[in-house]
C-alpha cells in the first residue's frame, strides 16, 4: 500500500488509540487533531469543536482523514445536558472539520466519518442494509444530523465514507469490558426480554474497516461497520458465559434497566437492530472474525 498521511481525530479513544498504530506500522504518516496545546508532536494540530476554532492552514495536503472524536453516549445518565453534549460533539465537530476541509487549497481525497446503527432505531427482527429508511429516537435524530453534518465535504469532491458503527467488542473497552466484570463472578443475564438484536464487530475488524475504507476507491455514502451475522442478546448473553464457564441467570428486566440507566435503556441496551454490511461485502472486506464465538474465543484469549 503506498504511504498516506492520515489525519486522525479522537485518537486518543477506544477506537483511535487501536488504529493509530495498526496505520503507523503500515509506514503511514499519521496527523492527530487535539484540543489542547502545547503539541506533544510536531503530528499534533489544534482544533476547538465548542468554539469552533481549528488550524485549517495545517490541514493542507492530507490524503485522507478518519473522525472519530465524539462524546461516550454510555458515560452517564442521558440528563438534557448530556444528551446536548452527544450531539453537539458529534454534529457540530463534524460540520466543523468538514467545512475546513472543504476551504483546502489542497484536500484530502477521502474522510471516513464515524456514524452509528443507531441511525436505524428500534427495528425488531427487520434485517437492515444502507439503504434502509432512517429509524426514531434520540440516537438516530443525532445520527441522521452527524451524517449530514459531513455534506460540504462531499460537495467539494472528497470521497466520504460514512461508518455506521454497531456494538465494538474488546476487552479493553467498549460494552465488553463493563460486561466481563458481571460475568466473571457469574452474575450475568439477559436484558429486557433477551430477543433485542445485537449487530456487532471486533475492534481488530473495525480498524481493518476504517483502513478498507480510506483505501477503497469504490467505498463512499453510508457503510455498516458490523460482521454479516447479528445475534440475539440471549444468544450474546449464553455465548460469553459457556466461554467462560459461568452461570447466566441474573436477567435485568426491562423495567430494571429504566430504573438504572434511564433514557439509554430504551436506546443503547434494549433497542433491536439486526444489521448486514451489504457494501463491505460487495467491496470485499474479508472479515477475520465473522462468528461471535470465535471472535469471544479470540477475544477472551487475548
Known sequence: MTPLRVLVTGSTGFVG????PVLSASGHRIGRLVRTLPRKGKGEIQ?????GFIDAPRLEAMDGVVHLAGENIASDRWT??????????RVDGTRLLSDALAGLK?????????SAIGYYGDRGDELLTEDSA????FLAEVCR??????????????RVVRLRFGMVLSPTGGAMAKLLPPFKKGLG?????????????????????????LTTEALQGPVNAVTPNPVTNRELTRTLGRLLGRFTIFPMPAAAAHLVFGEMADEVLLASQRVQPARLLTTGYDFRYPELEGALQHLLAA
Open 17 to 20: 488509540s487501536a488504529l493509530v
Open 47 to 51: 482544533w476547538g469543536p465548542e468554539t
Open 80 to 89: 438534557a445536558e448530556k444528551k446536548a453534549k452527544i450531539r453537539d460533539s
Open 106 to 114: 489542497q484536500p484530502p481525497k477521502v474522510l471516513v466519518c464515524a
Open 134 to 137: 432512517p429509524g426514531t429516537g
Open 145 to 158: 444530523e452527524w451524517e449530514a453534518a459531513t455534506k460540504s465535504a462531499e460537495d467539494k469532491g472528497i
Open 189 to 213: 443475564g439477559v436484558l429486557g426480554t433477551g430477543r433485542q438484536y445485537v449487530s456487532w464487530i471486533t475492534l481488530d475488524d473495525l480498524v481493518g474497516v476504517i483502513v478498507h475504507a
